[in-house]
């Protein structure tokens, strides 16, 4: 698939994976329209990981970014199905409301005291069944229903950014 311009010149221009995120999250946000995306990295063979990168619209919105590499609760699959959910490979989630998702997809209290965010996409960086990043726009305030456009530039870059991530995560990482 053809990604929109403004993400395929993100490609285009940048070869590094530093680069390549640090000039994604925004466009992606602008593409998307919206508040928050992070991206999330991760070694699966000692389950380290951090926020790597995060860009928000305002400053209004939580910065989630992480300073340090730290080992993933051994709570946190139980705690949060949708980390559940990337770490077993599963497809990609699209939740539209939070506040109204089944409990079986998303902890309600646990996105509340974590991410606070209304709406959001949890995509999915995994390679033979491990689990690299987990790249997530967001919604703050109120619901979104995701498009079908939204969906194939999110596939599409499921695609793209999981090469990035591992060799990322085995150039800089833990």
């Given at each position: 698939m053809q990604l929109p311009a403004a993400l395929e010149t993100v490609f285009a221009d940048n070869s590094?994976?530093?680069?390549?995120?640090?000039?994604?999250l925004p466009a992606l946000c602008n593409e998307l329209q919206t508040d928050r995306c992070f991206?999330?990295?991760?070694?699966?063979?000692?389950?380290?990981?951090?926020?790597?990168y995060c860009w928000r619209r305002s400053a209004e919105i939580p910065d989630v970014t992480d300073s340090e590499w730290s080992k993933e609760p051994e709570s946190l699959a139980a705690?949060?199905?949708?980390?559940?959910?990337?770490?077993q490979?599963?497809?990609?989630?699209?939740?539209?409301?939070?506040?109204?998702?089944?409990?079986?997809?998303?902890?309600?209290?646990f996105e509340r005291k974590h991410f606070g965010h209304r709406a959001l996409i949890h995509a999915h960086l995994c390679e033979d069944d491990l689990l690299w990043g987990i790249l997530q726009p967001c919604i703050f305030g109120k619901p979104r229903a995701w498009s079908e456009s939204d969906r194939a530039i999110i596939t599409e870059l499921e695609q793209r950014l999981t090469p990035l991530a591992i060799t990322y995560v085995k150039t800089v990482g833990m």
């Amino acid at each position: 698939m053809q990604l929109p311009a403004a993400l395929e010149t993100v490609f285009a221009d940048n070869s590094e994976p530093d680069a390549i995120f640090q000039a994604l999250l925004p466009a992606l946000c602008n593409e998307l329209q919206t508040d928050r995306c992070f991206l999330y990295l991760r070694n699966p063979h000692n389950q380290k990981g951090k926020v790597a990168y995060c860009w928000r619209r305002s400053a209004e919105i939580p910065d989630v970014t992480d300073s340090e590499w730290s080992k993933e609760p051994e709570s946190l699959a139980a705690e949060d199905p949708l980390f559940s959910a990337a770490l077993q490979a599963k497809p990609s989630v699209y939740v539209e409301d939070v506040e109204t998702a089944n409990p079986e997809v998303v902890n309600l209290a646990f996105e509340r005291k974590h991410f606070g965010h209304r709406a959001l996409i949890h995509a999915h960086l995994c390679e033979d069944d491990l689990l690299w990043g987990i790249l997530q726009p967001c919604i703050f305030g109120k619901p979104r229903a995701w498009s079908e456009s939204d969906r194939a530039i999110i596939t599409e870059l499921e695609q793209r950014l999981t090469p990035l991530a591992i060799t990322y995560v085995k150039t800089v990482g833990m």
